[in-house]
């Protein structure tokens, strides 16, 4: 083909491809002293009716509170009661051990499969806190600390996971992919991007409806890639959408890191600036930081001021999931060499900085939160883990395809159970 | 000869491709560096270099597009789409872009490209990492749909995928990637080993495409299957004693018509296995293909053993998968009298 023959234009500079690669690479030894960490408190708060674009310098900042000294700093204190900043430490470590109970359970053969937020707890239960408890979640699939922080009980989790005669979705969700309208929790989809518009239509429904409740969707770095994402912010946008908008940005999808969807060139709060919309980015292993913006931004939304993207700055410590081994695309010490630390510990050392806790207190705590993800697990599997699951199910396999089970489908249940009567 | 699992065959099958024509380009979403999450495109980028192996945004809409724009330039795009459950949002560039362009352009922009895309269930996936869509593919005119059984066909029929000059989706069954699996979820797969099509020949060679193959041949009736279901269906006529001829399509759009036909009018009996839903599915096609080509040479009605018209459910797939029971059932059913 003639068009493509570099020759033909012999004077122009030769094209070049650039394939983003990140930082470090297995047997790479992680340094992050490029990153640019700005101080806590440096960021300014603006008002929360302020034009969009007074918010703008803040996407490419880093609202942070919890200084140095582990001390709350600067204008986004939340200034929050002791007995708020211990509930959402207690949720956090019952999510850290739920997660590893769980991922211990799929290694054992109990379930499929699995997938943990170590790293991230701060941002779900903070920003769940910051809402009220009538506002509506549309999360992705790392996002279990909402429910826990709106005290779900643990065992219906389980009984998902396990996909055990308890659980509510029947066996048909994979593990972890939980709904609960009650808990103002929509349903996880496998497929990325999906509930991230939506979030906005449950909004734009609110509004159409003069109704008071916001709407939170939840996006990963690398799911903004899809058009969803950008359906998102167009719609949100056009309308002044009462909605907050979060991705978290652990800085992997699976294999690729946050470069892959477009990281090296802006932040991902500074898609907000294009929208017209305000952004704010915001250390996500922060709880307090991640307590304030979702406040800032929900109030905003509540006040018709319009929809805000926050962007949660934060690392995936572990795998994508059961499914996955980061070893083989990243260096296994990556987590621990993260600068902005670890979420737990971090609004540990504050509660014991302002002197509302203590080493021994955390110890009787995390004892109590581990007494209690062991004994709903306890419970749960009474009702059963996923290999005994099978036969029972055929019946209702059928229900809720449709309101009414059309004749096709009820010949086709009549075969399945007499599959399993052989 | 070496043997080899489905995805080894796989990825020989872009080496020798990538080594032959250096305007074959490889993009997916984890495909790079990593080599993707079921590991086909392991070592090419290592080999071929960044330009030519690399990450995709998580874009499926995205890569497609990509994909024609590549295509236009005049280069080969061999993309892969994780899952075949997620290549919804790439559906609209598929179906009125890649499939449509060298009819509306009266062949002035072919759109050579293949699409990799792993399918089916069995894996305990869920409903979003378990589906059978190749229905949706191979209504669409301009569209070539090809679904391997085996190592040696996955190779040969990728190579020729890619050498042939207009686009072609490849549904790669997952369950049989590392043995063939024969619906017998509650007995040990076989390795890919012990099956005399894991000997993959070195070097360049193709399955063609629009060839079906028998692959065990018979006089009593015909089952025609793809995929995973060719294992499944072998399996189930060798428990049932049955002198069945089976025939493996390898390629559903455009169909070995010819082979079906011939092999039905010699047996008068047709069963035919898909693992996807019942309603509109490929099997409901081909059952259409046979009643009118082949309606008085039939003894018994056409009959079709198909997964169900649900979504794949998670804790159930055993009673979703058309298994051993549903095989049997309908093997009697069509045999009767």
Not at chain 1, 194 to 203: D, K, L, N, R, S
Not at chain 2, 46 to 61: H, L, Q, W, Y
Request: with cysteine.
């Amino acid at each position: 083909m003639s068009d493509k023959d570099p020759s033909l234009r012999r004077n122009a500079p030769k094209l070049a491809l650039h394939v983003p690669e990140p930082l470090f690479r297995p047997g790479d030894t992680p340094d992050f002293s490029s990153l640019k960490i700005p101080g806590a408190g440096s960021a300014p708060r603006p008002d929360v009716a302020a034009p969009a674009p007074e918010t703008h310098p803040l996407t490419t900042a880093l609202v942070r509170v919890l200084g140095e000294d582990d001390k709350a700093v600067g204008p986004w204190d939340p200034k929050l009661d002791p007995e708020t900043l211990r509930k959402m430490l207690r949720d956090m470590v019952t999510v850290r051990i739920f997660d590893d109970r769980m991922y211990r359970s799929q290694r054992q053969g109990k379930t499929s499969f699995y997938m943990k937020c170590t790293g991230e707890e701060a941002i779900a239960i903070a920003a769940q806190s910051a809402l009220d408890r009538d506002d509506m979640h549309f999360p992705t699939y790392r996002q279990q600390g909402l429910l826990v922080s709106r005290g779900y009980p643990l065992t219906e989790m389980m009984n998902q996971i396990y996909s055990n005669k308890g659980d509510k979705l029947k066996g048909r969700q994979l593990p972890i992919m939980y709904s609960d309208k009650a808990f103002g929790f929509f349903s996880i989809s496998g497929n990325l991007g999906t509930q991230f518009p939506q979030a906005v239509g449950w909004a734009m429904a609110a509004a159409i409806k003069g109704d008071s409740r916001i709407a939170m969707g939840w996006i990963g770095d690398g799911a903004t890639a899809e058009g969803d994402f950008h359906s998102a912010l167009t719609f949100a946008a056009v309308y002044n959408v009462p909605v907050v908008l979060a991705v978290v940005n652990n800085q992997w999808a699976i294999s690729s890191f946050s470069g892959i969807a477009g990281a090296e060139r802006a932040t991902f709060a500074q898609r907000a600036v294009g929208y017209g919309i305000a952004g704010l980015r915001v250390d996500g292993n922060d709880a307090l930081a991640v307590y304030s913006a979702v406040k800032w931004a929900a109030e905003r939304a509540r006040t018709n001021a319009g929809p805000t993207l926050i962007e949660f700055f934060t690392y995936r410590a572990e795998g994508h999931s059961t499914s996955d081994d980061p070893s083989g695309y990243r260096p296994t010490n990556e987590a621990k060499l993260w600068p902005l630390g670890d979420p737990v510990e971090r609004l540990k050392a504050h509660l014991i900085a302002i002197g509302e806790w203590d080493e021994e207190r955390h110890a009787a705590m995390t004892a109590e939160c581990d007494a209690a993800v062991r004994s709903a697990q306890k419970e749960s599997e009474k009702l059963g883990i996923l290999p005994e699951q099978g036969k029972d199910g055929v019946e209702t396999m059928f229900d809720d395809v449709y309101a009414d089970v059309p004749w096709h489908i009820a010949e086709q249940r009549e075969q399945a159970l007499s599959e399993g009567r052989d | 000869m070496p043997t080899m699992n489905m995805i080894q065959a796989l990825n020989d099958a872009h080496k020798v491709l990538m080594r032959r024509d250096e305007d074959v380009v490889v993009f997916g979403e984890d495909a790079g560096y990593f080599g993707g999450v079921f590991r086909v495109t392991e070592g090419l980028q290592k080999e071929f270099g960044k330009t030519r192996v690399f990450d995709a945004p998580i874009s499926e809409g995205g890569i497609v597009a990509m994909a024609v724009g590549m295509a236009a330039y005049g280069i080969k795009p061999l993309i892969e789409i994780q899952f075949a459950d997620y290549i919804y949002p790439g559906y609209d560039q598929i179906v009125s872009e890649v499939a449509k362009m060298r009819y509306r352009t009266a062949g002035e922009w072919p759109m050579p490209m293949v699409i990799r895309t792993p399918y089916g269930g069995g894996i305990f996936g869920g409903q979003t990492h378990s589906q059978s869509p190749e229905s949706l593919f191979t209504h669409i005119a301009g569209l070539k749909v090809v679904i391997p059984s085996t190592p040696y066909d996955a190779k040969g029929l990728l190579i020729a995928a890619v050498e042939d000059p207009d686009p072609v989706i490849m549904f790669e069954p997952k369950r049989i990637y590392n043995g063939p699996f024969d619906g017998h979820h509650d007995r040990p797969v076989k390795p890919w080993s012990k099956h005399p099509a894991s000997e993959v020949p070195g070097g360049h060679y193709t399955v063609p495409l629009g060839k079906a193959a028998v692959v065990r041949e018979g006089n009593a009736l015909t089952i025609l299957a793809y995929g995973t279901m060719v294992h499944v269906a072998l399996a189930a006529v060798e428990d049932q004693g049955l002198d069945a001829e089976v025939i493996d399509l390898r390629t559903l759009v455009p169909l070995d018509i010819e082979k079906i036909e011939q092999s039905v009018e010699k047996t008068g009996r047709c069963l035919i296995a898909q693992e996807a839903p019942r309603t509109s599915g490929f099997a409901a096609e081909l059952s259409a293909l046979v009643q009118e080509r082949c309606f008085y040479h039939l003894e018994a009605p056409v009959e079709r053993v198909t997964g169900w018209d649900t979504p794949y459910p998670h804790a159930y797939e055993w009673a979703y998968f058309p298994g051993p029971k549903r095989m049997k059932k309908a093997l009697e059913k069509v045999m009767a009298d």
